[in-house]
């Protein structure tokens, strides 16, 4: 789905959209994906800034036990959208950048890439993953000391 972030920018309010996906996920969910996003664009003075929250229900396999669990996705993200490399290094401390030719962007791909980025790879509490797999997995309280 492609956003024309000029037409985008003109308009006031929020636009919203469901989203499937189902290609260039990352390994760990399990397609398909559906998603809510609602996004907004502003045009600043060389560039654009595109938000993004995007919210659902995915199915994640946990890296640590392998099995499945259901996750309550939300995630806000704010991207400048750069015409040339060099706006883009001026902007990166502050955002997420973006290199474009035009004011065209592909929301699916937008939102893969961040899946990839913020999903989550395991279980966020080690007693939620598998009793017989948990019973081998050994966390050092210091991240640097060898078990």
Same mark, same amino acid.
Not at 75 to 99: F, H
Not at 131 to 140: G, T
């Given at each position: 789905? *492609?956003? +024309? !972030?000029?037409? %985008?920018?003109?308009?006031? &309010?929020?636009?919203? @959209?469901?989203? &499937? ?5 990352? #390994?760990? /969910? ?5 998603? #809510? ?11 654009? *800034?595109?938000?993004?929250?995007? #919210? ?8 640590? %036990? *392998? ?21 883009? &290094? ?8 973006? @290199? =474009?030719?035009?004011? !065209? /962007?592909?929301? @699916? &791909? !937008?939102? =893969? ?16 993953? +598998?009793?017989? @797999? ?5 966390? #050092? ?7």
């Amino acid at each position: 789905m *492609l956003i +024309d !972030l000029k037409t %985008c920018a003109k308009t006031a &309010e929020p636009e919203s @959209v469901q989203l &499937e996906l189902t290609e260039r996920m990352p #390994s760990r /969910v399990a397609p398909p994906c559906l998603l #809510s996003c609602s996004y907004a664009a502003k045009a600043m003075t060389n560039y654009f *800034l595109l938000t993004l929250n995007v #919210s659902g229900d995915i199915t994640i396999e946990c890296q640590r %036990c *392998l099995t499945q669990f259901l996750y309550n996705y939300n995630n806000s993200t704010t991207l400048a959208i750069c015409d040339n490399d060099a706006q883009a &290094e001026k902007l990166m401390d502050e955002y997420e950048c973006i @290199v =474009t030719k035009n004011s !065209l /962007v592909n929301l @699916v &791909e !937008l939102i =893969t890439d961040e899946l990839h980025l913020c999903s989550p790879e395991y279980h966020s509490d080690i007693t939620k993953c +598998d009793a017989e @797999v948990s019973k081998f997995i050994h966390f #050092s309280p210091n991240i640097n000391e060898k078990l």
